[in-house]
């Protein structure tokens, strides 16, 4: 995925900057990075590698450095940035959040003459950034170049510029992330979470529309380019990504989760499924709220059966060998005995993607003594990878759980029949869980429908993507 923040005030915002970026710090962990401009001194710019160590401990050493009213920051899971880019439409920092499925075919459509190149990552593939800022560059002036880059783009581009006259923000097209724009007595901010710019002291101001763009000054800001119509949000934001204190929509986080576990339990006693346990629990972090409210409505007590140890092992810290990303999993898990052994236990957690590390939380708790381990999905089964963000991305649909064990049933032929499988009201979807139960360990396990899901978020369902689930754009 990735967060932005960007600030611009009547005083020096490098402190509004540097916190609103760092409170973005959970949804990345590749790359973080910030562009400041001053009228005296021009750019300031610096990328840091923060795989093993938090943006904040990165960048405390360069505040030092950094002077400014305004700037634009970010944390990446892709590529470095932000940008500086020279171009006839100016000088100017660039910073996005999204996907271009279509990269390779845009580079040979509007690059492939000689005299353009692009500084290819370790990868091979082109920055992001870089060709967003490219194809803006195609146009007269950077709102019809942003407009112009998100109508040819296939995937989804949130994007944030930061000139030497104030702050372009331009939401992706759908609205499959939220833009959202805060103020105080000096100026403004804009950001993907609210949390942050509350804590900083900017109240709420305005939510972007899908494919919106505006300028932003200390003044406050315009419309460059108006809303479109069609809106497409990712449901994730309420499940997994958002912040517990963050709004989208209007609808906060936590409300949801809480919402969504009750949907959950409310379901199962009326279909007569809710099994006899001891507690209800939530696999950390992202898992507890939704049960919470499983438990608050199923009358079954919460608890805590095992604890995260973060302290040393942070989310950021994901080294890229996966046996090691394996005991840096398992170290993590710290039981607490007296409410594991001899118990009946029903988590719930946020999703079920590929399954590997919920096996290894299963075995534990069962080496660690517990009787029964039930498992709840705060979401349906997720039956095909994201196109337009970074969440349930692989290199195949088939390292998702679901999808596998379709494929390891009916082979080909299940693979048309993913609706079904999808449903566990039908006989193709009870044959899917009891599949995941036996590789899993589980001894029950219930995905919330797509319709109780929904339900929790509370808004237009025509405007939430739920492409993941059901593979409709």
């Not at 090691?324 to 001899?342: D, H, S, Y």
Request: negative net charge.
């Amino acid at each position: 995925m990735g967060g932005f923040f960007g600030a611009i005030s009547k005083r020096d915002c490098v402190l509004d900057l540097f916190f609103g970026v760092d409170y973005h710090s959970h949804l990345g962990t590749r790359r973080g990075g910030m562009a400041i401009y001053d009228a005296a001194d021009g750019f300031q710019r610096q990328i840091h590698n923060i795989e093993n160590t938090p943006f904040r401990t990165k960048f405390e050493s360069d505040l030092h450095d950094f002077h400014g009213c305004s700037g634009i920051g970010c944390i990446s899971d892709t590529d470095p940035q932000p940008l500086l880019v020279r171009s006839h439409l100016g000088l100017y920092a660039i910073s996005t959040v999204g996907i271009i499925n279509n990269a390779e075919q845009l580079v040979k459509e509007y690059f492939s003459d000689h005299g353009h190149q692009f500084m290819a990552m370790s990868s091979g593939k082109v920055n992001s950034s870089e060709l967003t800022a490219a194809l803006i560059n195609q146009k007269d002036s950077l709102v019809e170049g942003i407009r112009h880059a998100q109508e040819v783009i296939n995937g989804s581009m949130t994007i944030l510029l930061l000139t030497q006259d104030g702050i372009i923000a331009a939401r992706d097209k759908l609205g499959r992330l939220p833009v959202l724009i805060g103020q105080d007595d000096n100026g403004c901010c804009v950001s993907f979470e609210s949390f942050a710019y509350h804590k900083l002291g900017y109240r709420d101001a305005y939510e972007l529309g899908p494919r919106e763009i505006v300028r932003i000054t200390p003044e406050g800001w315009e419309t460059l380019s108006p809303a479109g119509k069609d809106m497409k949000i990712c449901a994730f934001l309420w499940t997994y990504y958002g912040y517990p204190n963050s709004n989208y929509e209007g609808i906060n986080v936590e409300v949801m989760r809480y919402r969504n576990g009750e949907i959950m339990a409310r379901d199962e006693v009326a279909q007569g499924r809710l099994p006899k346990v001891d507690y209800v629990a939530g696999v950390p972090d992202s898992g507890i709220p939704h049960a919470i409210g499983f438990a608050n409505r199923s009358g079954k007590p919460f608890a805590r059966p095992f604890v995260k140890y973060t302290p040393t092992w942070p989310r950021s810290f994901m080294p890229a060998n996966q046996e090691v990303r394996n005991q840096v999993a398992k170290m993590k898990q710290i039981p607490v005995p007296e409410l594991i052994e001899g118990k009946k236990l029903l988590f719930v957690d946020d999703s079920i993607v590929r399954g590997t590390q919920l096996r290894e939380t299963v075995e534990f708790l069962y080496e660690s003594g517990a009787a029964e381990v039930h498992m709840r999905s705060a979401c349906p089964p997720i039956m095909y990878s994201c196109k337009y963000l970074n969440f349930s991305r692989g290199n195949s649909d088939m390292d998702l759980l679901a999808r596998r064990k379709v494929q390891e049933l009916e082979g080909d032929e299940g693979q048309k029949h993913l609706e079904e499988y999808a449903d566990a009201s039908t006989e193709r979807g009870q044959c899917l869980l009891h599949t995941i139960c036996k590789e899993m360990g589980f001894d029950s396990l219930g995905y919330q429908s797509l319709e109780g899901l929904l339900e929790a978020i509370g808004i237009d369902k025509e405007k939430i993507c739920t492409y993941c689930w059901t593979g409709k754009e």
